[in-house]
T-cell receptor
Framework: AQSVAQPEDQVNVAEGNPLTVKCTYS??????LFWYVQYPNRGLQFLLK??????LVKGSYGFEAEFNKSQTSFHLKKPSALVSDSALYFC???????????FGAGTRLTVKP | GAGVSQSPRYKVAKRGQDVALRCDPI?????LFWYQQALGQGPEFLTY????????KSGLPSDRFFAERPEGSVSTLKIQRTQQEDSAVYLC?????????????FGQGTRLTVV
């Protein structure tokens, strides 16, 4: 079985401040982890992924995520938030040997000027 | 093409009507996925194709849902005798391979409203 939890429905930060969007996962075996962003009336856009290797992965638009195996977490981070980062963020996991990605319920990020 | 294309973008169906949703994946992508996204929720897996073979249909909610990809490219998701609970955004995604750490690229989705 594979599942993802995003414990926060909503995250609010001020522009220029660091942001964190949390994600925890549960899989049998090795996980492949993904972050996607969804803007209004748009499809999901891929941000970054963890496959293996360095626990800190860097992606699009200055986002990065840290894989923590002991805490089964894959939190999304950005050192300095922009108003344009305001969107819906989804964490997803695919277990090794499986086809489907399981998504979390999403976290709405609002960055205020 | 440049991205995954889905049509129509919006569909209103009367309860009991059949609908067909189309997905044009990125050229050359072997794997194709369908997801259902209810309002305020994350996408839920419906089915997976590798070329023309439907390898996983475990997420299809009932036998009213049917998907095909006859030539390994364009895919159609068909819903028969639509019900109000079928109202959702249907997302199609493709990737050059389906398993492992390969990311999927999503279309804009088809918003289905059953009235």
């Amino acid at each position: 079985a594979q599942s993802v939890a995003q414990p926060e429905d909503q995250v609010n930060v001020a522009e220029g401040n660091p942001l964190t969007v949390k994600c925890t996962y549960s899989v049998s075996g090795n996980p492949y982890l993904f972050w996607y962003v969804q803007y209004p009336n748009r499809g999901l856009q891929f941000l970054l992924k963890y496959i293996t290797g360095d626990n800190l992965v860097k992606g699009s638009y200055g986002f990065e995520a840290e894989f923590n195996k002991s805490q089964t977490s894959f939190h999304l981070k950005k050192p300095s938030a922009l108003v344009s980062d305001s969107a819906l963020y989804f964490c997803a996991v695919r277990a090794e040997g499986f086809n489907d990605m399981r998504f979390g319920a999403g976290t709405r990020l609002t960055v205020k000027p | 093409g440049a991205g995954v294309s889905q049509s129509p973008r919006y569909k209103v169906a009367k309860r009991g009507q059949d609908v067909a949703l189309r997905c044009d994946p990125i050229s050359g992508h072997v794997s194709l996925f369908w997801y259902q996204q209810a309002l305020g929720q994350g996408p839920e897996f419906l089915t997976y194709f590798q070329n023309e073979a439907q390898l996983d249909k475990s997420g299809l909610p009932s036998d009213r849902f049917f998907a095909e990809r006859p030539e390994g490219s364009v895919s159609t998701l068909k819903i028969q005798r639509t019900q109000q609970e079928d109202s959702a955004v249907y997302l199609c995604a493709s990737s050059y391979r389906g398993q492992g750490g390969t990311e999927a690229f999503f279309g804009q989705g088809t918003r289905l409203t059953v009235v």
